[in-house]
């Protein structure tokens, strides 16, 4: 017997992602796992930390585990080029903090 949509009742083929009667989702299509997507990924997790969680958690969800390893270099990444860019900003505002203190202590003895 073939699968029916919860709203409109229709029948449905068991590989279809919507119901082409009344659009409802009847399940998830699964994410792409491609070598162009997996580096689109990778470098927007680099580049855009805090966005890299977010498609790291999504393709967690997924069951395969393509995707799962995607979901994990994804999170890695993010939480490393965060941790980076932390650090970086801290030493670019220490420097500037000693630039403008030995100027005030130059303007002190003037």
């Given at each position: ?31 792409s796992t491609s070598?162009?997507?997996?580096i689109m990924y ?69």
């Open positions: 017997m073939d699968p029916l949509c919860p709203v409109c009742h229709t029948v449905v083929r068991t590989t279809d992602y919507y119901c082409f009667n009344c659009g409802k989702n009847l399940h998830e299509k699964p994410l070598r162009t997507t997996e990778y470098l927007g997790s680099l580049l855009l930390p805090p966005i890299g969680l977010w498609w790291g958690f999504k393709y967690l969800k997924q069951e395969d585990s393509d995707s799962k390893r995607i979901a994990y270099v994804c999170i890695a990444i993010t939480v490393v080029s965060t941790i980076l860019a932390v650090r970086w900003t801290m030493q670019f505002m220490n420097g500037i903090n000693a630039q403008v203190n030995q100027q005030l202590q130059g303007l002190q003895g003037f």
